[in-house]
């Protein structure tokens, strides 16, 4: 029997629990990957929530968290192409951050690499840093190519607006 039980008005599991008070609230899937992502513990690999702890305890809390981030994770990578794009740019809107502040940190940190789950097969991860390495520079170049417009920075004579 578990230690702790759910507290009057609880959903009656960590899962159902976590996703109608914290995830059916984060709009977008890569939204919801990135928070997910930030509740791991990058020094032991293990997921910690407070109010789930409390509520569920740390095995149940841990596990909701973790399937959580595998089924959120396969969502976006189930997603097409235009998907994709459409649901990171609308995550990046959302940032305090400007959209090209967090494009160019995303690419020269590579801080997205962190947000795959443990449980995600090479190939899996392979998928998902290429495509969203691919939106990232897409995102990059649209910012670019705004700017030379605008006159805000010199185009290299050597480009083509197309490159």
Same mark, same amino acid.
């Given at each position: 029997? @578990?230690?702790f &039980?759910?507290?009057?008005? +609880?959903? /009656?599991?960590?899962?159902?629990?976590?996703?109608?008070?914290?995830?059916? /609230?984060? @709009?977008?899937?890569?939204?919801?990957? $990135?928070?997910l992502?930030? +509740?791991r513990?990058?020094?032991? *690999?293990?997921?910690?929530?407070? *109010?789930?702890?409390?509520?569920?305890?740390?095995? %149940?809390a841990?596990?909701?968290?973790?399937?959580?981030? %595998?089924? #959120?994770?396969?969502?976006? +990578?189930?997603?097409?192409?235009?998907? &994709?794009?459409?649901?990171?740019?609308?995550?990046?809107?959302?940032?305090?951050?400007?959209?090209? %502040?967090? $494009?160019?940190?995303?690419? /020269?940190? *590579?801080?997205?690499?962190?947000? $795959?789950?443990?449980?995600?097969?090479?190939? #899996? $991860? %392979?998928?998902?840093?290429?495509?969203?390495?691919?939106?990232?520079?897409l995102?990059k170049?649209?910012?670019?190519?705004?700017?030379q417009?605008? *006159?805000?920075?010199? /185009?290299?004579?050597?480009?083509?607006?197309?490159?």
């Open positions: 029997m @578990p230690r &039980k759910p507290l009057a008005g +609880l959903e /009656r599991s960590a899962l159902a629990d976590l996703w109608k008070h914290t995830l059916s /609230r984060i @709009p977008t899937t890569s939204g919801r990957i $990135v928070y992502a930030g +509740l513990d990058p020094a032991s *690999g293990a997921y910690r929530h407070h *109010g789930l702890i409390a509520s569920f305890g740390r095995d %149940e841990a596990r909701a968290l973790r399937q959580s981030h %595998e089924k #959120e994770f396969q969502a976006w +990578l189930n997603l097409s192409l235009s998907g &994709k794009n459409d649901d990171l740019r609308e995550y990046l809107l959302g940032l305090d951050a400007s959209q090209d %502040e967090a $494009v160019e940190y995303w690419i /020269r940190s *590579g801080i997205y690499r962190s947000y $795959v789950p443990a449980s995600a097969m090479d190939a #899996e $991860v %392979e998928l998902f840093c290429r495509d969203l390495e691919t939106l990232l520079n995102l170049r649209d910012a670019l190519m705004r700017r417009r605008s *006159g805000a920075e010199p /185009r290299d004579q050597d480009s083509s607006p197309l490159a």
